[in-house]
């Protein structure tokens, strides 16, 4: 739990930048090795990083209005505005006293050139103006569906050093030889490293695709979040209000090969749909690898209002407590449960699975068939 107390005002203003289809998978502060994200590893290595925070829904927009509709922002009012600058209009809540709606355009056939002409741009572009043209406002929250909808980033985000990188060859483990003469497969010709589609894709993958196949969606995807590294570097280097707090989010995951699928959402629930990055500036250096409800961001709403904000040692600590969980309500499956030691998901025609965490963090092993006693203590009493 959060302890906030109630303040005359807050002492320094807030941003707020919400992604729909934001992995964590591709942020080098949750471990990513693939992939280079410095603006936000310099906000997570002065901050702190939930490790475990779960969705609540599995459909970004109602994550979204669980977070609007809330009484978080009357202390942010005492002193200036509350803004929402967004490009899609579902859902906006009356706890805004000022919505600025940049529409997407239709998406272009080609990555673009110039950051500023990429969905994402335009909208941040729109944020930068707001403040400009404000006096007083105290927390401008930015959210965008840009990864869900339009990778028009310019692929020149993932240089081509990096691309080198990415194709040096390990050497041959000691007692591992080489004969030129023995019959090999042939190989298949090479693949794009990166794709300049704009449609992000929705595909299961098949056992006949090319071996590099994954790895060129996952640099194409690097790119769109190298984009928001860049423009969140833009964005706090623009801004002309001194010091402000800084609060990174996402409203829904996105597979990239979890489970065979690249997407925002497979065929079944799985954990990287709603397991959300969660960042917040200043208050660090700490991790909480404890399991976090969605809930939590207006939780901090509220105690970032404080002027000495500060994380509780019981929310740094990992939570042992089995009865500690998280239910994630969906429209697909019958039940998704989420406790600090297993994810267990009851699908409506493809039966039951189970996958212990924190370990298995991909949803690899599933352990159903092994673990009957886990898994009817989960399964919905219908």
């Not at 970004?60 to 609007?68: G, N, P, Q, T």
């Not at 403040?131 to 692929?155: E, F, G, K, Y």
């Not at 925002?264 to 969660?278: E, K, Q």
Request: glycine share 4%; net charge negative.
């Amino acid at each position: 739990m959060i302890c906030y107390m109630k303040t005359p005002s807050p002492s320094r203003p807030l941003i707020v930048l919400s992604l729909e289809g934001f992995a964590r998978a591709a942020l080098s502060c949750y471990g990513c090795s693939w992939n280079r994200t410095p603006a936000i590893d310099s906000i997570a290595g002065e901050g702190v990083v939930w490790d475990r925070m779960t969705a609540e829904s599995d459909d970004s927009s109602e994550v979204l209005k669980a977070w609007f509709n809330s009484d978080w922002a009357e202390p942010w009012r005492q002193v200036g505005s509350v803004e929402l600058v967004t490009d899609t209009v579902d859902p906006v809540s009356s706890c805004f006293d000022h919505v600025t709606c940049v529409p997407a355009t239709a998406t272009p056939e080609h990555p673009v050139e110039d950051v500023v002409e990429t969905q994402l741009g335009r909208v941040i572009a729109a944020a930068i103006d707001r403040d400009q043209n404000l006096d007083d406002w105290s927390v401008l929250w930015i959210h965008s569906n840009a990864l869900t909808r339009c990778w028009d980033a310019p692929r020149h985000l993932f240089p081509d050093e990096q691309l080198d990188e990415d194709d040096d060859l390990e050497p041959p483990e000691e007692g591992e030889s080489f004969d030129p003469d023995a019959p090999q497969n042939p190989l298949p010709p090479p693949l794009e490293r990166i794709f300049n589609c704009t449609s992000p894709p929705q595909y299961q993958r098949r056992e006949d695709d090319h071996p590099d196949w994954l790895s060129s969606w996952m640099r194409t995807y690097a790119c769109q979040i190298r984009l928001v590294d860049l423009l969140i570097e833009v964005l706090l280097e623009s801004l002309q209000v001194e010091d402000p707090w800084f609060l990174l989010t996402g409203t829904s995951g996105y597979r990239l090969g979890q489970a065979g699928w690249i997407g925002s959402r497979g065929r079944t629930l799985r954990s990287a749909d709603i397991h959300l990055p969660l960042i917040v500036s200043d208050l660090g250096p700490l991790r909480i690898p404890r399991l976090t409800a969605s809930g939590v961001v207006t939780d901090l709403l509220r105690m970032l209002a404080q002027e000495r904000p500060q994380i509780l040692p019981e929310q740094i600590e990992a939570d042992s407590d089995p009865k500690n969980q998280v239910e994630t309500s969906s429209k697909h499956v019958l039940r998704a449960i989420t406790t600090p030691h297993w994810f267990y998901v009851q699908e409506q025609d493809l039966g039951e699975s189970l996958f212990l965490k924190p370990d298995d963090v991909e949803d690899c092993n599933d352990v159903a068939r092994v673990r009957k006693e886990i898994v009817s203590g989960f399964r919905h009493p219908d």
